[in-house]
């Protein structure tokens, strides 16, 4: 988890159709913000507390409060039919109501198609949720989406942060000028005081009858002063004499008041120290008592949800549906209820069961979906049959939460770029982590390795949902030591796609802010990380780069539907693809450079010829976006990589299809969440997949190679 920004932030949602979304929220809030700083309702409070009271104090604390908005939101009804935003006891209500009212930075959050309501549609106390600016958070862009909300997010805490300290510097002077104020009145009242004990001494006062009379002068000087220092600075001088007793009560109601109103467990311990046996001792100690325990039942009920989560994973994407309901029995009352019940369901319509696979193939097989047929294999005897199954992959390599994958010239190597600011090396053979390569600030798009193998480049940065833009990150390092060399400074937004050339010495990247309009596709020099050029052509952000084999041309990919064909040389646009129904999220060239792959938001890929532009076949087979592509060496088969939402349950796809005839050979199986980037090893033979699931996957593609020659 990386460092966020000082602040909390408050999730408000519906439990519904929108616990899914809140819940990817929050798993990618976590990604930037530490787990202290995210409250998110119920899921939140440990068993035993006063729920209003812990909203109250949360709403109170909080920086910035998301109200997730859904479909139903506005219209969500209770069990006798009325509309819940109406009753004034509803917690949704009561949460955003007095988020407004506290003057909270409140966002609507827009998810699952909901609409921003009118003013005229909702209760009185919320009305003025309906003039906030929202952020739309959509499945098939929920990467970008979240990011343009991060960034708001931080601007907003950022600026809270700033007043704070604003407010503390100020209070920082007040309070200098108060000690000096004060000191001015001590050293007065000591001047007082040395003149009136002179004064005595001359009179034959004893210096008992002395001490005893500047005692009474000092306590007379303070005792309607509300200075704990003071108070103490007294009973050191004067101990045992005739005012500690009263000083004593007055400096013990003092430090009373602060654990009185706030209670936290430190100032009630730092009372207790001061005052094993005062007056309000015993209260402190219940008090602590509860707190304590209030505060071990919540770290009991993260380490619930962590299991609870852990256990999920290991039947997300079960084909056994006894695994799932003995998941349901041990977790009733889970986060993960409404996923397993729907994983049943979709397990219970799916065309094989495994009571069918065990009665027509016996033990001793295993059998997977290929092309519309059924393929048997041996297995090794005792092992699970579901087991093979679900996940098909060689080797599963326990990573961060990935968001991209560059394989190294000679197959050894695997690099990744991830959501938590840093790239990782990995020795395939092994699944050994080799070295982290720190140094962006924000979350890394897009890696691509040189094709010597000796350095790589990647994108990331990010830019606001609220009108500001931080600038886009290019990076250049050693593979050998992890050290950067460079960075590439000129984008001004989120650096979204990086490719370099045959060569090794260009490179084009591509990004661009959904929020602010930048669209931005740049040709850069490595060697000395000069910008060559910029490309100029796209209506939208650009989302996927390439550049051809040669090094002649170059291809990209964009939110406005389009692949455009440049020339490297003169920068010039040579052409334009059209035929996609959605955003294209990914291009590659086919090795020979004379064809080209295309992903999309629209469910399909599509093979287009480079020199007419004409889209030749479109493949069909995904049931969610397609976000990433892969070509193996000989351009003969691809494979494809995306996620799907069924049921509220996210879902990994990954397909491998036989180019010239737009088949599909085989759809792999294991990951949970959705693949957000793929590669193919150097000979071919293998291929690594990274997810949201926070995986990084070796899967064996010779078996069906043969089937594509």
């Not at 909270?104 to 209760?123: E, F, Q, T, W, Y």
């Not at 056994?320 to 319509?349: C, M, Q, S, T, Y």
């Not at 395939?428 to 798009?445: D, N, Q």
């Given at each position: ?11 408000n ?13 929050y ?9 202290d ?23 109170a ?6 109200a997730?908005?859904g ?14 935003l109406?009753n004034p006891?509803d917690?949704?209500?009561?949460e955003?109501?007095?988020?407004l ?9 827009l ?14 106390p919320?009305?003025p949720?309906?003039r906030r600016?929202a952020?739309?958070l959509?499945h098939?862009r929920?990467?970008?989406?979240a990011?343009g ?20 510097e100020?209070?920082r002077?007040?309070?200098?000028a108060?000690?000096?104020a ?6 007065a ?55 500690d ?19 936290s467990?430190?100032?009630?311990r730092t ?5 094993p046996?005062?007056?309000?001792a ?7 008592e509860?707190?304590e ?10 380490e ?11 039947v997300?994407?079960s ?6 309901e ?7 009352k889970?986060?993960?209820v ?24 016996g ?11 059924i ?8 092992e699970?049959?579901?087991?093979k199954l ?14 991209s ?43 691509v390795?040189?094709p010597?193998?000796?350095?790589a ?9 609220f ?7 290019l990076?250049?390092?050693?593979i ?5 060399i460079?960075s590439?400074?000129?984008h001004?937004?989120d ?11 260009t490179?084009l990247?591509?990004?661009g ?12 020099d490595i ?7 910029s ?6 952000i ?13 291809l ?20 334009s ?8 999220l990914s ?19 599509k093979?287009?010829d ?6 030749t ?5 995904h049931?969610?976006l ?13 494979l ?10 996210l879902?990994?796809e ?15 199986t ?19 997949s990274c997810?949201?699931?926070?995986t990084?996957?070796?899967w ?10």
């Amino acid at each position: 988890m990386a460092g966020g920004p000082a602040g909390k932030i408050f999730i408000n949602y519906r439990r519904g159709e929108d616990s899914a979304a809140a819940g990817r929220l929050y798993d990618r809030l976590e990604q930037d913000f530490a787990k202290d700083d995210l409250f998110m309702d119920v899921d939140d409070i440990a068993a035993g507390q006063d729920f209003v009271a812990v909203l109250e104090r949360q709403l109170a604390g909080c920086d910035a409060f998301l109200a997730v908005i859904g479909r139903s939101w506005l219209d969500a009804k209770d069990a006798e039919g009325n509309r819940r935003l109406d009753n004034p006891n509803d917690f949704v209500r009561i949460e955003i109501a007095s988020a407004l009212r506290l003057g909270k930075r409140v966002i609507p959050v827009l998810v699952n198609d909901g609409r921003m309501p009118s003013a005229d549609a909702l209760p009185e106390p919320l009305k003025p949720l309906s003039r906030r600016n929202a952020v739309r958070l959509t499945h098939e862009r929920f990467k970008a989406d979240a990011h343009g909300l991060l960034n708001g997010l931080k601007a907003a805490l950022a600026e809270a942060e700033a007043e704070r300290a604003a407010h503390t510097e100020s209070e920082r002077r007040a309070a200098e000028a108060a000690r000096k104020a004060r000191e001015a009145e001590e050293e007065a009242r000591a001047a007082q005081v040395a003149r009136e004990t002179a004064e005595r001494a001359k009179a034959g006062l004893t210096p008992e009858e002395i001490r005893k009379a500047e005692e009474l002068a000092n306590w007379d000087f303070i005792k309607d002063r509300r200075n704990a220092e003071d108070l103490r600075d007294h009973l050191a001088r004067f101990a045992g004499g005739a005012t500690d007793r009263y000083a004593r009560a007055k400096l013990e109601a003092l430090v009373w008041a602060n654990p009185a109103t706030q209670g936290s467990i430190e100032t009630l311990r730092t009372y207790l120290d001061e005052f094993p046996k005062g007056d309000n001792a015993g209260a402190a100690k219940t008090r602590l008592e509860v707190l304590e325990r209030e505060r071990d039942a919540a770290q009991v009920a993260k380490e619930e949800k962590r299991a609870e989560t852990e256990a999920w994973a290991k039947v997300a994407a079960s084909a056994e549906i006894v695994n799932i309901e003995a998941f349901l029995k041990e977790w009733p009352k889970g986060v993960h209820v409404a996923d397993a019940k729907a994983r049943i369901r979709e397990l219970r319509g799916s065309r094989f069961s495994r009571r069918g696979v065990l009665k027509g193939f016996g033990i001793g097989a295993v059998v997977t979906a290929t092309g519309g047929s059924i393929v048997s294999s041996a297995i090794t005897p005792g092992e699970f049959i579901w087991r093979k199954l679900h996940d098909q992959s060689v080797r599963t390599f326990t990573a961060h939460m990935v968001h991209s994958v560059a394989i190294s010239p000679d197959g050894r190597t695997a690099l990744l770029g991830s959501w938590d600011k840093t790239l990782k090396l990995w020795d395939i053979a092994s699944g050994r982590e080799i070295r982290s390569f720190t140094g962006h600030t924000s979350s890394v798009h897009s890696v691509v390795i040189s094709p010597d193998g000796r350095y790589a480049l990647s994108s990331g940065g990010a830019s606001s949902g609220f009108g500001e833009l931080t600038s886009g990150e290019l990076k250049l390092w050693d593979i050998a030591s992890g050290r950067e060399i460079r960075s590439f400074s000129g984008h001004k937004a989120d650096v979204n796609s990086v490719s370099i050339s045959s060569d090794g010495r260009t490179a084009l990247s591509g990004g661009g802010d959904v929020y602010s309009s930048v669209i931005e596709l740049k040709l850069w020099d490595i060697a000395s990380g000069r910008e060559l050029r910029s490309l100029t052509g796209h209506t939208d952000i650009v989302l996927s780069v390439a550049i051809s084999p040669d090094g002649r041309s170059a291809l990209s990919g964009s939110r406005d539907k389009t692949l455009k064909l440049w020339d490297i040389g003169s920068g010039r646009m040579l052409r334009s693809f059209t035929g996609h129904t959605n955003a294209v999220l990914s291009v590659v060239f086919s090795p020979d450079g004379r064809a080209a792959l295309s992903g999309s938001s629209d469910h399909t890929l599509k093979l287009w010829d480079i020199a007419s532009s004409r889209e030749t076949s479109s493949f069909t087979g995904h049931t969610g976006l397609v976000e990433s592509i892969a070509v193996s060496p000989d351009g003969r088969i691809a494979l494809s990589a995306g996620g799907i939402n069924s049921n509220g349950v996210l879902l990994g796809e990954l397909k491998l299809w036989h180019i010239a005839s737009g088949r599909e050979l085989h759809a792999f199986t294991g990951h949970t969440w959705p693949v957000s980037s793929v590669a193919i090893s150097p000979d071919g033979r293998t291929a690594l997949s990274c997810s949201e699931d926070q995986t990084l996957k070796l899967w064996d593609l010779s078996p069906y190679t043969a089937a594509a020659r």
